[in-house]
């Protein structure tokens, strides 16, 4: 049986998930063609997800059977298959060893350092300041490395370079310009900038190798919201309009979609309202009827027959713990909008 294509969750900025992206586009991968990218919120995994990974994190590789859930084991997984610019094929043994070695320092050490250096409110009590003194002097042992060719390994990029720039690229966002302004990194700041202007960094961080809004899973349901109706929502502490223009009460249900209607949901009813002033409600319908509420799958107009399709109903007001998460809707979900087999 054909598996069907490969599936990926990833996640936008995470140096992770960018590293995976390069290494599967180097290899020649195409969301839409044949991989799925489904573009994950960290605040609302999806339950597909949690089910193949017990852990969560993103990247997360789906191929066949198997599931890959660490972004290393992705990049091998995709080189192993095509490694046109040889980021792993024709190095030594030895030099194969270095590759590791700079890898470990930058998924340990220096992930720590710029953790604490980048995000010190996370780290109560932690001074940032030591941690960006430490990450820089990670980073003067690169430029070392990357004075004579250009590269961590000479002079042409290896896995080892695609897998730390998107942590360094990281580094420099906490300052950029203290950071640009350093005067003992010279080789390690063009190695960066070479990355942050090339295309294989521009490619990965844009349509089709990002979604504009997370995956919609056909296990959630969902509801498009203006954002003053749920901001009002909030204050009161339940949701209940029906649509557009209409309340719970007028209608005896709330309007609902799955995952595959929404589209055709917002092109209908909100084509005219701008992305900040709509929402996609995001609901998880265990937790819908945790709060005692039943949904019914029901034909838009009654007399339409059985072919008709059905949308759910939510009968009842909608409390705001079902609600998953509630962001902007941007009309395009690659991966999902794009015709790839859900
Ligand atoms: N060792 C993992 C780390 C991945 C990781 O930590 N990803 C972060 C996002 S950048 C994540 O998913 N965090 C969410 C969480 O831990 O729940 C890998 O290399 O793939």
Redesign the pocket.
């Given at each position: 049986m054909n598996p069907g294509p490969a599936v990926l969750y990833s996640?936008r900025r995470?140096?992770?998930?960018i590293r995976a992206r390069l290494a599967l586009a180097a290899a020649g991968w195409e969301p839409g063609v044949d991989l799925e990218l489904r573009e994950v919120s960290?605040k609302a995994k999806p339950p597909e997800l949690l089910e193949i990974s017990a852990k969560?994190?993103?990247?997360v590789l789906l191929a066949g059977q198997q599931v890959l859930d660490?972004?290393?084991a992705i990049q091998r997984w995709a080189l192993e298959r095509r490694d046109p610019h040889g980021w792993l094929a024709g190095w030594s043994g030895a030099e194969l060893a270095e590759m590791e070695a700079l890898i470990a320092e930058n998924d340990g050490p220096f992930k720590h350092h710029l953790d604490r250096f980048k995000y010190p409110n996370r780290y109560p009590g932690e001074p940032s300041e030591p941690h960006r003194r430490a990450g820089l002097a990670i980073l003067r042992g690169w430029e070392r490395r990357l004075a004579p060719g250009g590269w961590l390994l000479g002079s042409r990029p290896s896995l080892a370079d695609w897998s730390l720039l998107p942590f360094v690229r990281q580094f420099r966002l906490a300052d950029p310009l203290a950071f640009d302004a350093l005067a003992d990194l010279p080789a390690l700041q063009h190695w960066l900038g070479r990355f942050l202007q090339g295309p294989e960094l521009a490619a990965v961080m844009a349509a089709p190798w990002n979604g504009r809004s997370p995956w919609r899973s056909p296990r959630w349901l969902y509801h498009l919201a203006l954002r003053e109706e749920w901001r009002a929502a909030r204050l009161a502490g339940l949701y209940s309009r029906s649509t557009r223009g209409l309340a719970l009460e007028e209608v005896g249900f709330i309007h609902l979609s799955e995952a595959h209607q929404v589209p055709a949901t917002a092109a209908r009813f909100y084509a005219d309202v701008s992305a900040p002033d709509l929402l996609l409600l995001t609901l998880d319908p265990q937790r819908l009827a945790n709060a005692g509420l039943t949904v019914r799958r029901e034909s838009a107009e009654p007399q339409a027959g059985a072919t008709a399709e059905r949308f759910p109903h939510l009968y009842g007001a909608l409390p705001l713990e079902a609600v998953l998460l509630a962001a902007p809707f941007a009309p395009e979900c690659p991966g999902q909008d794009r015709g790839v087999a859900p």
């Open positions: 996640f995470c140096p992770y998930a960290l969560a994190t993103v990247p660490e972004s290393l």
